[in-house]
Every structure is written in C-alpha cells, then in structure tokens.
C-alpha cells in the first residue's frame, strides 16, 4: 500500500515584505512528515496537526500586528492603510492620533482560539489593527480558511482580497469562510480588524483539510470526527457567502442585562420583547434600526420561573410561559402591573429538565404549550403531562392534546393554520425532527404514555409501543415488511451534526417578500450549532413531508428563538448555558436582514414518481449541467429507545439523466427504486447561473413519508 509523503517543509518563512524584499531568518529542520489523521481533541486543533503531518503549512508560527490606525465612524474600514501596498516588517507608518505604529511580533496569537486585540493602551475604540502571517509551501493547493471577527473584517491573501465584511458582532469560529489558492514558496496573510466600541477580537483557522493534497479518507475521518458547523459540503455554504445576502448584526445589550432568551415577540407599536431563562422579561425599542445607538433595551419584568416562551397579545397584553404555569401580564399606565395564573395544571418534580415551551395561539384563542420530559434515568415523566402538548383555553382549562414528545422546544402554528413542532435527539428520537401536530397523536417517546390513561384517549390508544423498528419498513434480516413504527412520522429528519443538533422552535416567513425569495417556507434555529435552517414543505397524500436546508450560518450564540419583525428581517434570540453552543458568545440578540438581491439556491424540491424536482431560485445555465448534475444518497433510521440512532443502511441511489425546464427554474433527477421512510441527500455538482454564480447550499435532505400515486 502507498502511503502519500509530500515534499518536507524544510523553512518557514518569519519574516517577508509583501512586495519588499527582505531578509528572512530560516527555521530549524522540521521533522520528516507522517502524512497521517493526527486527532487532537478539536477540529481546528486536529486540522492544523494533520496538515502538519503531510508537511503542510497550518498557520502556525510567528504573527505579527501593526496598529491601531484610525476608524472614525467606521470608516477605516473602506480606508487602505500602507500595510495593504505591502508590507514591510521593518517599516513605521502614521497611526491612530498621529502616532507611529510598527510591525510587533503577536506573542500568544494562536490560530483555533477567538484572541484579544485589545494590545493598545489606552485605545479601546475606533481603530483599526492588521495581522500578518507568512510561510512556505512545498505545494500548490486550495486551503479553506475560517474567520471570526469583532468587529469588521478584510482580509488578503497574496495580495488578493478574500474577505470584505462590515459586520458589528462578536468574534466567533466560522463567521466567514473563504478559499486561499496557496502556491509553491512564499504565501501571505494580511488581515485587517475595525474595531467601534467594546470587545475587539479575531478568529482565524484552517477551516478543512484541502482536497487533492490530503488523502480522501483522512478527510473523511476528520469529517467524522468532528463534522464541520458551518461547512457541509464546500466552500459555498460559508458564511461569507451567505452574507453576501443576509446580513446580520448584533444588538447591543446594557451591562446588567443577561438574555439568554426562552421567547420572543413583537407589540403592535414596534416593540420587542424578550423573555429569559432567568425569569425576566425585556423591552428592546427600534431593535431594526441600521443605526445601533438608536437600540434602547430596559427591563420590562422579572421574578418568573425559567421562561422559555412568550405570545404578544397587544401593546398592554403579552403571555409567558413559566416553568409551572402560563402566566398573563397586563400592562397600565406602562408599567406591567397584574400577573395572574391562566393555567398551571400540568406537573413539575423538580427534575431539571422539565421545560415549558410556547404558548402558540390559535386563530379560537386557544393555546399550546408543550412539555420536555426529565433527563435519563427512572422514570422521565414523573409528573402529570411531561412529554405531552396541551391545550389552554380561553378561560384557563387545560385539555391533554398530543402525546410522545421528548424536548419540544417550541411550537408554532403555519399559515394554514396548522401546529407544528421540534424536537431534539435523545431516548426514542433518532436524530431532531419536525412533526405536524394532530390531537390524540402520538409521536414516538414512550415516557409520557404513563398519562394515557387520565386523558380523553384512554383505552383508544396501546399502553407500549412496539421498538426496534426501522422507519422505511425492512426487518432485520433486510426484508422489506412494510411493518413500520406505529405513529404519524416526522415529516421532516434534520441530519444530526449535518443539519444542527438541538433544533428549536419554527417560525413560517410571511413576509411577502421583504426577507428574500422564500416566503411562506419554515426557518428552525439550531441551538448547538449556532445556525438558522430552512424547511420547504408539501402534502403528499394528504401527508406532510419535504426538504430541510442550510440557511445562515456563524452566529454567535445557540439560537434558541426566532421572531419576524415587522421590516421582514428575523431577530435571532440567543443562549448556551448548560447546553453548550458554537460561537463563543453565552446569550445575546442578532438580527438577518435580507440585502436585497436573491442568492442562487434549491427553492424546494419537489417529490414525482420517478424522482425528484428542484426548484430554483434562478434560473440555471444548461451548460453547467453535466453527465451527472446530481448525486443522491439515502438512509433511514430505527425507532428504539437509545439515545439517538445513527443513519442506518445508507446507500447510493441510481440517478438517470436530469432534465432542465424551458425556465430553467426546475432540474427533474429521476431516480430509481424510491421508497417511503427513509431521508434522500441530494447533493449538486457544478451548478451555475448563466453569469457563473453558483448554488449557494448545494445539498438537500427529503423526508419521504408517502409516495406519489
């Protein structure tokens, strides 16, 4: 067997003039590369120590920093200071106020971790700092790189831009990814930081190990590994890309304010309000102005039980759901003055993991709330109605609805009026899911089934459901039984690691238009992963079923709530503690604000009877489409009572030849052998508009429930 050994990095390169010549010191030898997986316990981490093993440069060594210049209202960031004419190590250059700044090694500057800028004294505001890193290559080859930055971004690679964001955020991995072309010898990194007020930070990573260079099963063991959060499958799923065309901004919160937010919602005059997992409630006034100073954010209430939910009923009105109950408070002469009990019939023991989401209303007044089972363990639904949905109406009563929820955490109505919630992988739940809610349903934990018998379906329904059954009807030993798990299925999978981890509550784009070209579709938040997804839904015989997509990735924070704002942008609601999330940041507030012009992406997909159609949102160029425009893979899982199932009898599907509509707008990809219960990956190969733009997320993952007839 060969065993791939590039050419030895005998130097590295510490000292280099972007278009100076210059003295540079050489290294010691390095060792002679491996060219092995070299897994270090993270995915940066074991990034940098495999490309280090084949003899790759990695970002390590020596960095330098120049600064601060200055950034009076922002605008260092379009200003070219000298250092991006070529740099020169040895040279001085007027800075912030008038001060000489040079070239100073960046002792403690370590690629994979967020670092503080703040290296100036006195400076903490309007500057600007750039960032230099230099080295050798034995090879020609694409290296993905990954970003985070408080506050803005440029960044230059061999005297190329790579990057050009004017963000206001906090500095987290993955906010924005791009594609260096690294050649033989000398190889640049200049990168430019603008900082407004308060933190000042960088990120910066290889993002993967480069194609063609690395052997495609160490690629795929670091996939394994460590599935990547912000890239899926490529360069074009990165967050640069995707703020080409939603831009986010962060809310800036006072110092006493920590909203790790549990619900969101918008008052009829404009205002936000948030409520927390500590039990307060917050007012955030022009929350969509492109001015942030305009932000003001107070304190509306407090004294609540962990509420993970709120409904705004007027400008006076807004409900909360609590940990034990759902509450009501009633504003008068603009202070909220009255906080009554609506309903707090369900149980709580005391088991932490007994949360409370929603309420979501119907167009009747009624409202649902749903209910997380305890954690592992004896028995998860210890008190009365865990793991089930309720209904509370008007005048308080509450009504067992729906049953066998795990962690919903949240629920919402579409606009056809239809219930729908999420739910998080665990005990009975394979990976998360979207369910359409029916009253007297059950949807697969068994935990909350010890109620049946207190509620309107007692004896309607089994005592135990039946386990060890996989979702697309095959026994065991590969037989096809058409036996399968005895409960309505999700009508959409998310693909753990793939698709997020810990999707929370879908919110349905009613915007007309105002939040870009997918109006009317779902977009869930994922809480570990720190991302917003998207869901385009059909009926197929009468049953829901469709594709779930990338969105917006990079945030800052586990994205836990999400809410419309009458502008059409989307205001994200964010926490992590005890769950843990991508980005760095433990709670905040972002919002997405469409840029107006429409990316090239999947719309929808379509299920036919010999395949699949997929629906753009431009039209394609009929000479990208080559001999194989799509790839298609499959999977299903096992309903059983472990923690989580992985995907299970995945295959590769036979796809004939696609076919372009005379719009250009739809690729029909037959395919053969479909069958209900399994997730269908379609993955796309060189797609681009007729100016060259290419899908922005090539991939989808289609639930198939129901065959078309």
Excluded at 68 to 82: I, K, L, M, S, V
Excluded at 207 to 212: E, F, N, Q, S, T
Aim: with cysteine; hydrophobic share 35%.
């Amino acid at each position: 067997m060969s065993v791939f050994r590039p050419v030895v990095l005998s130097a590295l390169l510490t000292s280099v003039a972007m278009g100076h010549a210059a003295a540079v010191p050489q290294a010691a030898p390095v060792a002679e590369p491996t060219a092995e997986y070299v897994n270090k316990g993270s995915r940066p981490a074991t990034i940098a120590a495999t490309l280090a093993s084949h003899g790759l440069p990695s970002l390590q060594g020596k960095w330098y920093f120049a600064g601060p210049f200055d950034n009076p209202n922002g605008e260092g960031f379009e200003t070219a200071y000298p250092p991006e004419k070529g740099v020169d190590l040895k040279a001085t250059y007027p800075g912030k106020d008038g001060k000489k700044v040079a070239w100073e090694e960046f002792k403690g500057f370590t690629p994979g971790k967020v670092t503080n800028l703040m290296k100036f004294p006195g400076v903490k505001t309007n500057a600007a700092v750039y960032l230099y890193h230099a080295f050798e290559s034995p090879s020609a080859f694409k290296l993905p790189l990954s970003f985070g930055s408080d506050d803005t971004l440029t960044v230059f690679f061999n005297g190329k831009r790579l990057v050009h964001e004017n963000h206001s955020r906090g500095a987290a991995p993955d906010q924005d990814l791009a594609e260096a072309d690294v050649k033989v010898g000398k190889n640049e990194l200049l990168i430019k930081v603008c900082q407004g007020a308060g933190e000042w930070e960088l990120y910066v990573s290889a993002a993967d190990l480069p194609k063609g260079v690395v052997p495609e099963t160490i690629r795929k063991r670091l996939e394994r590994d460590f599935p990547p959060a912000a890239v899926v499958a490529g360069i074009n799923q990165n967050a640069t890309g995707e703020g080409k065309f939603y831009k986010v901004s962060t809310i800036p919160l006072p110092a006493d304010c920590v909203l790790e937010v549990g619900g969101l919602g918008f008052r009829p005059d404009g205002k936000l309000l948030a409520c927390t997992r500590r039990g307060e409630v917050w007012m955030v006034e022009n929350p969509t102005s492109d001015s942030l100073s305009d932000v003001k954010v107070t304190k509306y209430a407090g004294g609540l039980h962990e509420a993970l939910g709120l409904f705004v009923q007027d400008n006076d009105t807004v409900f909360v759901v609590q940990r034990p109950e759902l509450t009501k408070i009633v504003e008068k002469g603009g202070v909220p003055s009255e906080f009554s009990t609506v309903c707090d019939k369900w149980g709580v023991s005391g088991d932490y993991h007994e949360f409370a989401f929603g309420p979501a209303r119907d167009k009747a007044g009624n409202m649902f709330v749903t209910l997380n089972v305890g954690f592992g363990g004896g028995h998860q639904a210890k008190a009365p109605w865990r793991g089930w949905c309720v209904k509370v109406s008007p005048d308080g009563k509450m009504e067992p609805y729906a049953y066998g929820l795990r962690s919903p955490n949240g629920v919402n109505f579409s606009p056809d009026g239809e219930l729908f919630y999420c739910d998080n992988q665990g005990e009975w739940v394979a990976t998360n899911k979207m369910h359409h809610i029916k009253p007297g349903k059950f949807y697969g934990h068994q935990a909350g089934l010890r109620w049946v018998k207190d509620s309107p379906f007692a004896g309607k329904v089994p005592d135990k459901v039946p386990s060890g059954i996989r979702y697309d009807g095959v026994d065991k030993n590969g037989n096809q039984t058409d036996t399968y798990p005895d409960f309505d299925p999700p009508c959409v999978w998310f693909p753990y690691g793939r698709m997020g981890k810990s999707a929370s509550e879908p919110v349905w784009d009613t915007t007309g238009g105002k939040f870009g070209p997918f109006t009317g579709q779902a977009f869930v938040g994922d809480q570990t992963n720190s991302c917003v997804m998207r869901v385009a839904l059909e009926k197929v015989n009468g049953v829901y079923q469709g594709a779930c997509f990338p969105f917006r990735s990079g945030l800052q924070c586990g994205v836990n709530r999400l809410c419309f704002a009458p502008d059409g942008s989307l205001m994200v609601g964010q926490t992590n503690r005890g769950w843990g999330s991508l980005g760095g940041k433990p709670y905040g507030l972002q919002r997405i604000a469409f840029e107006g012009k429409d990316p090239f992406d999947i719309h929808h997909v379509t299920l036919t009877k010999d395949g699949f159609d997929l629906v753009f949102t431009k039209p394609v160029n009929p000479d990208s489409i080559g001999a194989k425009a799509a790839s298609v893979s499959s999977f299903t899982y096992i309903y059983k009572s472990d923690y989580g199932c992985p995907e299970t009898d995945t295959r590769a599907e036979k796809v004939g030849k696609a076919k372009l509509s005379a719009d250009g707008k739809t690729l029909s990809v037959p395919v053969d052998g479909l069958k209900k219960g399994r997730v269908f990956e379609i993955r796309l190969d060189g797609l681009t508009t007729a100016d060259g733009e290419k899908v922005l997320h090539p991939e989808a993952y289609y639930t198939l429930n129901e065959l078309v007839k």
